[in-house]
């Protein structure tokens, strides 16, 4: 078969064209399926559905059933090359074979230039493009020329079909405005096509970026896994030197205890020895032997002053004065034991706690890539309405103006202060407490911003960004752009995190859980300062 007859055959009935994604009805007729189902749409209001290529009419909506094969075939025929057999000759040129430059439908002859100058002058005849195949130019009914288009029915017809029959009262259209519409469709179509491939550009994208959060939390979940486990051995090599402290303690001072213990169970034998011998004594009756047998004391004391002093009874004075005589037999032990009579050394032990615990807390704040810096308060910069702690580490709004040294880094138009050093590289956090009284606000500037007019005050100008906090809402601005957030306050304590880098600063709300603020992106150029802003009793403190 010819090329173009064969693609005569694969041509749409509705539209004219090669098929497009074809679907074969139950009667066999083939369409594109655009084309069927905007014919079928239009007969719904109707209630009644035909095929436009089969006339009888039927209550149900005709199933559609995609036609793979022919399908196949025009997907074979579009890639094949033409075929210049295939060509369309003037049917009057006779001689020699002249290419056909039109065809007339009515005539079914094809015409050369000389031929269609001639056959123009005589005849208003349809023309169309060169073809040797008639059959789908013509009313399959009527076999008249297909003239007009009945966008109701979705069918091309002859003026027959228009006068009688079914279509008989239907809007119809030339099919030279059918075929512009046509065109305007396909215009549409292109662009739909575009939007189509727009949005699946930025599915795809998301559906990459989804990807891509799902493959970062995976890995930031085993990063976080492997950090507390690390945290759970410090802890407990922690908890290990901390009671490896008390038990160093609670030996050392156990161990002194039972030396001396042992030293007074010592003496107290000794002087359970000589209380014993003394009350024998007491039962001898001969003098004599009374004074061959002393040996109540070491300490070379004469018996028979002893003896008188029995004698003459003793007051209880005196007999205090001779204990005190044999007190510094006991005396070191005394002491001793009054140096042992101390606690654990509970201050130490605190320590201990407090650097194993500040030791853990920089090595997690190492592994998460992240610095708390020790920010200070500088005074030279504090407006004279801002108090500042001895460790200059609150700002607190005052009633009255502080007195203190000039200074060209002093702002002067708002109760404003920066801290001392700046940061200019790397990642960092650090929170602050708010006593939830007056106006606060918390952020950052350069040092080259203004001291003085309008332009001073922090995020009114393009070298500082701040957070607004009041008791009813927070407000981010910048360069005097006003972004209001979308929470309100609920607790006093805040933080902050830089990435330098990045440029990124953002502002966080330490409640449970802790809440997202607003985060400002920019390009840092210079060392950026802590900076407070207190009015109205407010009272602000750096905390970490």
């Known amino acids: 078969m010819a090329s173009a007859d064969l693609q005569e055959q694969l041509n749409c009935s509705i539209c004219l064209s090669l098929y497009t994604d074809p679907v074969s009805l139950r009667c066999g007729h083939n369409f594109c399926r655009s084309c069927i189902v905007s014919a079928l749409d239009a007969q719904e209001a109707a209630g009644v559905y035909s095929c436009p290529g089969y006339r009888e009419e039927s209550p149900q909506r005709p199933a559609l059933e995609k036609s793979r094969k022919l399908a196949n075939i025009v997907e074979r025929f579009l890639s094949s090359p033409p075929d210049m057999g295939g060509r369309i000759f003037c049917t009057y040129c006779i001689k020699s074979p002249v290419p056909a430059v039109r065809t007339c439908l009515h005539c079914e002859t094809s015409l050369c230039d000389d031929h269609l100058a001639a056959h123009n002058k005589t005849m208003d005849h349809i023309l169309t493009d060169p073809t040797s195949s008639f059959g789908n130019k013509k009313c399959s009914v009527h076999k008249k020329v297909l003239e007009y288009y009945c966008p109701q029915d979705a069918a091309c017809l002859c003026v027959t079909c228009c006068l009688v029959g079914k279509h008989r009262g239907h809007q119809v259209e030339f099919l030279d405005e059918a075929s512009a519409k046509k065109e305007k469709l396909r215009k549409y179509l292109g662009e739909l096509n575009s939007q189509k491939e727009e949005l699946q550009t ?207 880094r002093r702002f002067l138009s708002y109760p404003q202060v920066l801290s001392r050093c700046g940061l200019s590289f790397g990642r960092h956090y650090w929170e602050v407490t708010w006593n939830q009284v007056g106006v606060f606000n918390i952020g950052m500037s350069y040092t080259s911003i203004e001291r003085e007019g309008e332009q001073s005050g922090i995020g009114e100008n393009d070298k500082s960004w701040r957070l607004d906090l009041d008791d009813r809402n927070y407000t981010a601005v910048h360069n005097l752009v006003l972004l209001h957030c979308s929470v309100r306050p609920t607790c006093p304590t805040f933080g902050a995190f830089l990435d330098y880098e990045a440029g990124r600063l953002s502002f966080y709300e330490l409640c449970d859980p802790i809440r997202h603020l607003h985060t400002f992106s920019a390009s840092f150029t210079e060392p950026l300062h802590v900076a407070f802003y207190v009015e109205d009793g407010a009272s602000v403190t750096i905390t970490s």
């Open 202 to 408: 930025r599915v795809q994208s998301l559906q990459d970026h989804k990807k891509n959060i799902q493959k970062k939390a995976s890995e930031k979940r085993e990063n976080i896994k492997k950090l507390f486990m690390d945290m759970k051995e410090q802890l407990e090599m922690a908890e290990k030197k901390v009671q490896s402290e008390i038990s160093r303690q609670e030996d050392e001072i156990v161990s002194q205890i039972s030396h001396l213990i042992k030293e007074l169970e010592r003496e107290e034998k000794e002087l359970s020895e000589k209380m014993h011998h003394m009350e024998q004594m007491c039962h001898v009756t001969d003098p004599i032997r009374l004074l061959q047998e002393w040996d109540i004391t070491d300490n070379g004391t004469d018996p028979i002053t002893v003896l008188q002093e029995l004698d003459q009874g003793a007051t209880c004075r005196d007999k205090s004065v001779a204990a005190e005589k044999e007190a510094p037999v006991h005396e070191a032990t005394k002491k001793e034991e009054e140096k042992l009579r101390k606690e654990l050394d509970e201050d130490l032990i605190s320590l201990t706690v407090l650097r194993s615990m500040r030791d853990i807390v920089t090595s997690v704040t190492s592994g998460l890539g992240f610095q708390v810096p020790d920010i200070l308060l500088d005074e030279d910069t504090a407006d004279i309405l801002v108090e500042l702690s001895d460790d200059l580490k609150t700002a607190t709004y005052s009633e009255e103006e502080l007195l203190g040294p000039e200074s060209p």
